[in-house]
């Protein structure tokens, strides 16, 4: 069955697309009240985010729109030392859309919030003319218990380390477009895991990002024009799954500006490297994680070569990639 017009019409058709897919999928007590705004209890320190998910195809190898919507969300809140707890979701979907790929689209939402440990509170549907296309918009909430990260924090000497491998997201999407035939997988992911064991276990983060549009290259970019910092990294260090490697080759692609979408890079105090690495490396989703570098004095992004050679890394500049997020 696809979606109407009527879906959209505010009557008997939206009651049922809202209540058979969204409230079916989503369901926790704040929004069974199906009130006009969810009340929720609140911290004495908030952080608030909200994005939103594009991404064509809606559907692709290790995950769909859903999953991106909530893990896109939840770990914008993580990075900024919260614990992600309340999420809204509104829909923007086409007239033609398949009523069967909004019910998985919602089922992954719901797992994914399961599993981030997060309840979606509030929600939003229209339908508008169009070709069957489905976009998201998530913005969530989180709990700010301890010291929060922040980018202006980075301190010379601080050892940089990413959580896994690059570009393997934006490699899923390219793929997926373009009718290569490959076994890449996006790494569309929460990683609560991996930061509250990092909290919970006193390890000093100064600064933590997760690396997806515009890649590694753009993200240390930003923590190095907003800490006034150098951020010297190696390129040898960089976690690159094989077959990224030979894809990035095959088309000339930059691994510095692909995207991730289950990846972070965070900036910790020298003492506390070795003790950071280890607990990622043993948190979900984290198995794959290296220190890069460390960060120095002076500014930009500066990136010793295999070769032995120093190259300056700058952002991702124009469009040139298709919409990963
Ligand atoms: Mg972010």
């Known amino acids: 069955m696809k979606i109407t ?50 991404v ?13 919507a909530v893990c896109g969300t939840v ?19 086409e007239e033609g859309a398949e ?14 919030a399961k599993e981030a440990g997060v309840i979606i509170v509030a929600g939003d549907t229209k339908v508008v003319d169009g070709n069957g296309r489905i976009y998201i918009n998530t913005s969530g909430v989180g709990f700010i218990e301890g010291e929060d990260f922040a980018s202006t924090k980075c301190e010379e000497d601080d050892a940089i ?23 890449i997988a996006s790494d569309v992911a929460p990683l609560c895991d991996m930061v509250s064991n990092l909290q919970k276990n006193g390890v000093a983060v100064h600064a933590m990002r997760d690396i997806t549009r515009g890649g590694l290259g753009t993200v240390l970019n930003e923590l190095a024009e907003a800490s006034g910092k150098c951020f ?68 930009g992004v500066v990136m010793e070569t295999a070769l032995g050679g120093k190259k300056k890394v700058g952002i991702l500049i124009g469009e040139g990639l298709p919409r990963i997020c």
């Not at 064509?56 to 991106?68: A, H, Q, S, V």
């Not at 009523?99 to 994914?112: D, G, H, P, V, W």
């Not at 690059?166 to 477009?177: E, F, K, P, T, V």
């Open 5 to 54: 017009l009527a879906h959209g019409s505010g009557g008997q058709s939206t009651k049922e697309l809202i209540e058979k897919i969204f409230a079916a999928s989503y369901k926790n007590p704040v929004l069974d009240m199906m009130e006009d705004s969810a009340v929720v209890g609140g911290s004495n320190k908030i952080a608030i985010t909200t994005d939103s998910f594009v």
């Open 56 to 68: 064509d195809p809606i559907f692709f190898k290790g995950g769909n729109i859903g999953r991106l």
């Open 75 to 93: 770990n914008d809140l993580l990075m900024r030392g919260a614990t992600p707890k309340y999420l809204t979701s509104a829909f923007i979907i």
């Open 99 to 112: 009523l069967n790929e909004l019910k998985l689209i919602a089922a992954s939402m719901a797992q994914a």
């Open 161 to 183: 380390i990413v959580s896994g491998s690059m570009g393997d997201h934006h490699a899923a999407i390219l793929s997926h477009r373009m009718n290569i035939k490959n076994e």
């Open 232 to 299: 010297k990294i190696k390129e040898d260090a960089i976690p690159v799954n094989p077959q990224v490697k030979s894809f990035v080759k095959l088309l000339g692609l930059n691994i510095m500006h692909m995207g991730n979408e289950g990846k972070l890079v965070c900036v910790v105090a020298k003492n506390d490297a070795e003790k950071a690495l280890q607990i990622i490396k043993n948190s979900k989703y984290g198995e794959n994680a290296a220190i890069i570098g460390k960060v120095s004095w002076g500014g």
